[in-house]
Nanobody, 122 residues
Framework: QVQLVESGGGLVQAGGSLRLSCAAS????????LGWFRQAPGKKREFVGG????????YYADFVKGRFTISRDNAEKTVYLQMNSLKPDDTAVYYC???????????????WGRGTQVTVSS
């Protein structure tokens, strides 16, 4: 079993930054991929980006490239989502998720956190 807990959300003005954290626990993660997703009110959940636990490669949706960065701390079992140049359209609940194997840009993940709210004011 894997537990994921997101934190770091909040209210920020457009152009500002936030760093979200996803703390993982429950088992070893060497074979897992971690993904970040978001869901805005009235919209479907969408892929933001992801990385495998042991690999250097990160993947991003086009709408966040150049603004968001994913990183991890293996010792702390934590994955981060650094969000810069935030826009009101980035307002959503942000989730982290884990799955065996490679990063997927679909909702095909085995474990999900409960999410953290990010609100960007104009």
């Amino acid at each position: 079993q894997v537990q994921l807990v997101e934190s770091g959300g909040g209210l920020v003005q457009a152009g500002g930054s936030l760093r979200l954290s996803c703390a993982a626990s429950g088992r070893t993660f060497s074979s897992y991929a971690l993904g970040w997703f978001r869901q805005a009110p009235g919209k479907k959940r969408e892929f933001v980006g992801g990385m495998t636990w042991n690999g250097p490669t990160t993947y991003y949706a086009d709408f966040v490239k150049g603004r968001f960065t994913i990183s991890r701390d293996n010792a702390e079992k934590t994955v981060y989502l650094q969000m810069n140049s935030l826009k009101p359209d980035d307002t959503a609940v942000y989730y982290c998720a884990a799955r065996l194997g490679v990063v997927a840009d679909t909702n095909d993940y085995d474990y999900w956190g409960r999410g953290t709210q990010v609100t960007v004011s104009s």
